[in-house]
């Protein structure tokens, strides 16, 4: 039987793999209707701007690996807040290089059964080239 961290913990984890994987569209999906997608360079509203922006600003070369650890959750009956920690490696011509790391600052609401980003903003800590394609 999982728990609403365990639930959690798995919405964070999801997104990292659709977002090494290029599924924008299903990454879009785990934010609320409203949910907001927020970075220094960029914030996005809704699951289909959210989608477009990822689609416009992250090439499928070179491929990249996003991790997400440290993470602490705390609830609020249909709400959460959660903290973690996110090191991004991005493939280079001799093997994986740092990317950029930081903090995840994430707002949780469960709409049904499911929690969904209500708000994700990347505080990044230290930034190299993150091979993003950037307006």
């Known amino acids: 039987m999982s728990t609403d961290k365990d639930d959690i913990r798995e919405l964070l984890h999801l997104y990292c793999f659709c977002m090494d994987e290029g599924r924008f569209a299903e990454l879009s999906r785990l ?6 997608w927020c970075a220094p360079y960029r914030t996005a509203t809704g699951p ?10 992250v090439p499928a070369s070179p491929k990249r690996m996003h991790y997400a ?35 995840y600052a994430d707002a949780l609401v469960r ?12 505080i990044h800590a230290f930034k190299g080239e993150m091979k993003l394609t950037l307006p």
Do not use: H, K
């Open 31 to 36: 934010f609320a209707p409203d949910g907001v």
């Open 48 to 57: 289909a701007e959210i989608e477009a922006w990822l689609t416009q600003s």
């Open 69 to 103: 650890m440290n993470t602490i959750i705390t609830l609020d009956g249909d709400r959460a807040t959660a903290r973690s920690n996110y090191l991004v490696m991005v493939e280079g011509a001799d093997g994986p290089v740092p990317s950029v790391c930081g903090t």
């Open 111 to 122: 709409i049904g059964q499911a929690w969904r980003f209500q708000r994700r903003e990347l």
